[in-house]
C-alpha cells in the first residue's frame, strides 16, 4: 500500500512539472499575454531551466503604448497559431521614439524561441520627422531562434543588441526603410522575406535594408535563399554601422532589382569604412543569375577610403554555411524537436 501511494505522489509530482512547461495565453487578451510572459519569466529564471511553452492563439494582442516587455526567463518557446493571426503590437508615443525606447519585447534570456506569430511596432512612423526608430524585438539575449515570424515596423525593426550574439530566423518576414535590421553578433536569415517599405509618404528617399555593427564575432549577418520584395523607394543590401560590420547576402532573389542601387551596398559610412560586404548567386524572379561579375565599391567617411570588391567567388562563397557559424549550436535541429513538440500542442487544445 505504501509503495502505491510513494508511486502516485511521485506520478503526481511529475505531472505537476510537466503542467507547469506549457502556458496558454486567453486569445486577443493582451493583459493575459503580459501574465504568461512574467510567469514564464518566472518558472525559468535558471539558464539550466526545461523547456517552457507559451501557447498564444490567434488574434490581436495590443500593448498600447506599452514598450520594452521584458523576456529574462531561459529556453522559452512563445507560439502562436499561425504568422498572420497571431499579432503582438505595440504604438509608442512618438515622442518617445528611440532604438532603446521602443521595444514591444525586449529578450535578455538565452535560447528563447519564437515561432508563428507577428510582431508590430505601429508607431506613427511618417509623423517623427527625421527619425522614426521603432523596434519589434530588440534581443539582449543569445541563441534565439524566430520561425515563420512576421516583424512589421519601419526604421530600425530588428535589433540584435548582444555583441557576442547568435540567432537564427527561417521563413520569416521583416519589414522596413531604414537600417530595419540592425545590430551585432552573427545571425543567419534562412528563406526569409525581407520587404522594404515606403521611405516617405510618396516614396522618394532611399532604404537600407542592413546596418551590421559587427564588432566581436566573426561572421555578422548572413541571408540566405532570401527574397528582397521592394514596394516603391530605391534600396541598398546594407551600410556599416560602426566597427568591422559583415553583411553577406547568399542567392537571394530580388523582386525588382532594378531598384537596387547602383553601388548595391551604402558606400557612406556612418562610424566606419571598413565592412565585409559581399554577394553572390543573386537571381531576378525567373530564377536568372543576375549577380554582376564585379563590383567594386569606394567605401567613404570624411577623409577616409576603403576600396574593396563585393563579390564573392564560389569557393569564398562556400565557406558559409551554418554549421560553420554556429559551431556549438544546432538551430536547426532544436527548431525540429520545437516544432513538433508544438503540433502536439495544439492539438490538444
Known amino acids: 500500500m505504501k509503495h502505491i501511494v510513494l508511486t502516485l505522489l511521485c506520478l503526481g509530482i511529475s505531472l505537476a512539472a510537466f503542467c507547469q512547461r506549457v502556458i496558454t495565453v486567453k486569445a486577443g487578451d493582451a493583459e493575459s499575454l503580459l501574465a504568461a510572459v512574467n510567469e514564464a519569466n518566472k518558472v525559468n529564471a535558471d539558464k539550466d531551466a526545461p523547456q517552457l511553452f507559451v501557447l498564444i492563439p490567434n488574434g490581436l494582442y495590443d500593448l498600447g503604448e506599452r514598450v520594452l516587455t521584458r523576456i529574462t526567463g531561459h529556453h522559452i518557446v512563445f507560439v502562436g497559431q499561425s504568422m498572420e493571426g497571431t499579432v503582438i503590437q505595440n504604438a509608442p508615443d512618438i515622442k518617445n ?42 534581443d539582449k539575449g543569445t541563441r534565439t531562434i524566430c520561425n515563420r515570424v512576421r516583424l512589421l515596423s519601419y526604421q530600425d525593426t530588428y535589433y540584435s543588441d548582444n555583441e557576442q550574439c547568435q540567432h537564427y530566423f527561417q521563413d520569416s518576414e521583416i519589414h522596413g526603410t531604414v537600417d530595419f535590421i540592425c545590430g551585432a553578433g552573427d545571425v543567419w536569415f534562412e528563406g526569409c522575406r525581407i520587404v522594404t517599405e515606403k521611405r516617405t509618404t510618396d516614396g522618394h528617399g532611399r532604404d537600407v535594408i542592413a546596418a551590421p555593427r559587427t564588432s566581436e564575432t566573426s561572421w555578422g549577418y548572413i541571408f540566405s535563399h532570401c527574397t528582397v520584395e521592394n514596394i516603391v523607394s530605391d534600396f541598398e543590401y546594407a551600410r ?75 569557393d569564398e562563397a562556400r565557406r558559409y554555411t ?28
Not at 508563428?116 to 512612423?125: I, V
Not at 553583411?247 to 565592412?275: A, H
Request: with cysteine.
Open 97 to 138: 521614439e528611440g532604438i532603446s525606447k521602443t521595444a514591444v519585447f525586449q529578450n535578455r534570456g538565452s535560447d528563447i524561441c519564437f515561432q508563428d506569430l507577428t510582431l508590430s511596432n505601429a508607431l506613427d512612423y511618417y509623423s517623427c520627422g527625421a527619425a522614426g526608430r521603432a523596434v519589434t524585438l530588440q
Open 240 to 314: 556599416g554601422w560602426h566597427t568591422t560590420p559583415h553583411c553577406i547576402w547568399l542567392y537571394t532573389t530580388l523582386l525588382t532589382p532594378e531598384k537596387l542601387c547602383k553601388t548595391r551596398f551604402d558606400s557612406r559610412g556612418m562610424r566606419t569604412v571598413q565592412n565585409d560586404f559581399k554577394e553572390y548567386g543573386t537571381m531576378d524572379a525567373t530564377g536568372k543569375n543576375i549577380t554582376p561579375a564585379s563590383n567594386v565599391v569606394t567605401f567613404t567617411l570624411e577623409n577616409e577610403n576603403n576600396t574593396v570588391e563585393t563579390i564573392l567567388t564560389a
Open 322 to 349: 551554418i554549421k560553420n557559424v554556429f559551431t556549438e549550436w544546432n538551430p536547426v535541429k532544436t527548431l525540429k524537436q520545437v516544432e513538433k513538440k508544438a503540433r502536439q500542442l495544439w492539438r490538444r487544445q
